[in-house]
Nanobody, 122 residues
Framework: VQLQASGGGLVQAGGPLRLSCAAS????????MGWSRQAPGKQRELVAY???????NYADSVKGRFTISRDNAGNTMYLQMNSLKSEDTAVYYC?????????????????WGQGTQVTVSS
């Protein structure tokens, strides 16, 4: 699975920004696909993701402000970010997790795209 994120940039607090992730390879077999972020000095955080079971999930810190979506073919994934805050400043990554030998999501089968920087100025 190959993932490539784009769309980051500098935005004023309160503004919107949309990230895109081009996905290729065996994306249909992934258990989880979504977006994570890592701010300076902090651990990487999963902010929004789809599961193969059909659910969509968000971190509490972005609920009501961020929306994850994808095109019908599943080849492009988006993260619409509204009402951005300075604490949203981070490098954002596309992310996918595949199944292990027993078919359950397995961190040994994690895939990451290169990050895209989002900077929110206050």
């Amino acid at each position: 699975v190959q993932l490539q994120a784009s769309g980051g940039g500098l935005v004023q607090a309160g503004g919107p920004l949309r990230l895109s992730c081009a996905a290729s390879g065996r994306t249909f077999s992934m258990n989880v696909m979504g977006w994570s972020r890592q701010a300076p000095g902090k651990q990487r955080e999963l902010v929004a993701y789809f599961t193969s079971g059909g659910s969509t999930n968000y971190a509490d810190s972005v609920k009501g402000r961020f929306t994850i979506s994808r095109d019908n073919a599943g080849n492009t994934m988006y993260l619409q970010m509204n009402s951005l805050k300075s604490e949203d400043t981070a490098v954002y990554y596309c992310y996918a997790r595949g199944p292990g030998p027993f078919g359950v999501p397995d961190p040994n089968f994690d895939y990451w795209g290169q990050g895209t920087q989002v900077t929110v100025s206050s």
